[in-house]
C-alpha cells in the first residue's frame, strides 16, 4: 500500500520552517561578523609574531587564518542551507553545515600538525623574543576571541557547523591564552622555550574537540541514528502505539543536519487502510522522539519487500 502521512502535520512542520530560516538567518550573520573580527585580528597577529619572533603568534596567527577560511565556509554553508528545496536536490541544502563542521574538524587536524612541527623545531633552536610586543598582541587577541566565542555560542551545541565555528574560535582562545603565559615567562624569567612549549600544549589541547566534532559529523553524513536515540527502543513503542499494528520493521531513523530527524519505515496492520495506525505513528514519533519527517509504508499483509531485506532491518 502506498506510503501515508498525517495530515496534521502539514500547518506544523511549516511553522517550524519559517522558524528555522529566521534562526538560519541570525546564525549567518554572526559567522559574519565573527569572520571579519578574525580576519582582522589575523592580520594584527601575523605581523606581531614576524616582528617579536614569537612562535605562539605565528601560531596562533596561522589557526586563525584557518579560522577565517573555516569561518567563510561556515557562513556559506548557513547561507546555502535556507536555499529551498528543488528537483536535483528534494531534501534542500541543510546538509551543507554538516559537510562544512567535518572540513572545519578536518583543517583543525592539519594545523595541529603544524603547530607541532614548529614547536619541536623551536625547542631544539630557540630564537630572540620580543616579549612586550609579543604580551600586547597577544592579549588583544584574547579579547577578539573572547569576543567572537560568546557571539557564536548560543548555537553551538545543536549545530555542527556552528560548533566547527566555535571550535575553531576556541582554538584561537586557548592559542591566544598560551601567548599571554609565554610572553609573561619570556618577559619576566627569561624563558624563552616556553613560547614553543606553550603553543605544543594549546595544540594538543584542540584535538579533543576536533575528534568528538569529526565524529559527529560523520555519523549524520553517514545517515547514523541520532545519537540519543536507540532504534529498538523506538521500533518497540511503534508496535505500541496503536492496537491494529501487528509489527514494524524495514525501521530507518536518520539526521538531514542538526536536530532535522527523518524517519521511514513499514507498518503491518490488521486491517483496513491503516489510517489510524499511521496518525498514531506520526504522533508518538513527532511528541516522544522528536521526528518530525516520517514516511510509513502500510502493510495488509507480510512485507512485500524482499524476505531478507525485512529481516535484516529488524531490531531486537
Known amino acids: 500500500m502506498a506510503a501515508m502521512k498525517d495530515p496534521h502535520d502539514h500547518p506544523h512542520l511549516h511553522h517550524d520552517h519559517d522558524h528555522d530560516h529566521r534562526q538560519d538567518g541570525g546564525r549567518g550573520r554572526k559567522l559574519l561578523f565573527a569572520f571579519l573580527l578574525t580576519l582582522l585580528m589575523l592580520l594584527a597577529e601575523a605581523v606581531g609574531g614576524l616582528w617579536s619572533g614569537s612562535l605562539a603568534l605565528l601560531a596562533?596567527?596561522?589557526?586563525?587564518?584557518?579560522?577565517?577560511?573555516?569561518?567563510?565556509?561556515?557562513?556559506?554553508?548557513?547561507?546555502?542551507?535556507?536555499?529551498?528545496?528543488?528537483?536535483?536536490?528534494?531534501?534542500?541544502?541543510?546538509?551543507?553545515?554538516?559537510?562544512?563542521?567535518?572540513?572545519?574538524?578536518?583543517?583543525?587536524?592539519?594545523?595541529?600538525?603544524?603547530?607541532?612541527?614548529?614547536a619541536v623545531s623551536r625547542l631544539m633552536h630557540p630564537g630572540a623574543i620580543?616579549?612586550?610586543?609579543?604580551?600586547?598582541?597577544?592579549?588583544?587577541g584574547l579579547l577578539v576571541n573572547l569576543l567572537v566565542l560568546r557571539v557564536l555560542h548560543g548555537h553551538a551545541h545543536d549545530d555542527v557547523n556552528m560548533a566547527g565555528a566555535s571550535l575553531h574560535v576556541l582554538g584561537d582562545l586557548l592559542g591566544s591564552f598560551g601567548a599571554v603565559l609565554a610572553a609573561l615567562a619570556v618577559r619576566y624569567m627569561g624563558w624563552n622555550w616556553a613560547d614553543p612549549m606553550l603553543s605544543l600544549l594549546v595544540?594538543?589541547?584542540?584535538?579533543?574537540?576536533?575528534?568528538?566534532?569529526?565524529?559527529?559529523?560523520a555519523h549524520i553524513l553517514l545517515?547514523?541514528?541520532?545519537?540519543?536515540?536507540?532504534?529498538?527502543?523506538?521500533?518497540?513503542?511503534?508496535?505500541?502505539?496503536?492496537?491494529?499494528?501487528?509489527?514494524?520493521?524495514h525501521l530507518h531513523v536518520w539526521q538531514l543536519a542538526s536536530g532535522s530527524r527523518m524517519a521511514t519505515l513499514h507498518a503491518q496492520v490488521d486491517s483496513g487502510d491503516g489510517a489510524g495506525a499511521v496518525a498514531a505513528i506520526h504522533g508518538l514519533l513527532r511528541q516522544r522522539f522528536g521526528i518530525l519527517?516520517?514516511?510509513?509504508?502500510?502493510?495488509?499483509?507480510?512485507?512485500?519487500?524482499?524476505?531478507?531485506?525485512?529481516?535484516?532491518?529488524?531490531?531486537?
Request: aromatic fraction near 6%.
Open 60 to 118: 596562533d596567527a596561522g589557526h586563525m587564518m584557518v579560522d577565517a577560511l573555516a569561518l567563510a565556509l561556515a557562513f556559506f554553508g548557513a547561507r546555502l542551507a535556507l536555499r529551498p528545496a528543488d528537483a536535483r536536490r528534494s531534501y534542500g541544502y541543510g546538509r551543507l553545515e554538516v559537510l562544512a563542521g567535518f572540513v572545519n574538524a578536518l583543517t583543525q587536524f592539519v594545523l595541529v600538525g603544524f603547530i607541532a612541527y614548529e
Open 130 to 140: 620580543l616579549s612586550g610586543v609579543m604580551l600586547v598582541v597577544a592579549m588583544v
Open 203 to 217: 595544540s594538543l589541547l584542540i584535538l579533543g574537540g576536533a575528534w568528538r566534532l569529526l565524529r559527529k559529523s
Open 223 to 249: 545517515e547514523g541514528v541520532p545519537e540519543d536515540l536507540d532504534v529498538g527502543e523506538v521500533e518497540q513503542a511503534l508496535r505500541q502505539a496503536e492496537a491494529s499494528i501487528r509489527d514494524i520493521h
Open 293 to 316: 519527517h516520517v514516511t510509513v509504508q502500510v502493510d495488509a499483509g507480510p512485507c512485500t519487500d524482499h524476505a531478507r531485506d525485512c529481516l535484516g532491518h529488524r531490531h531486537p
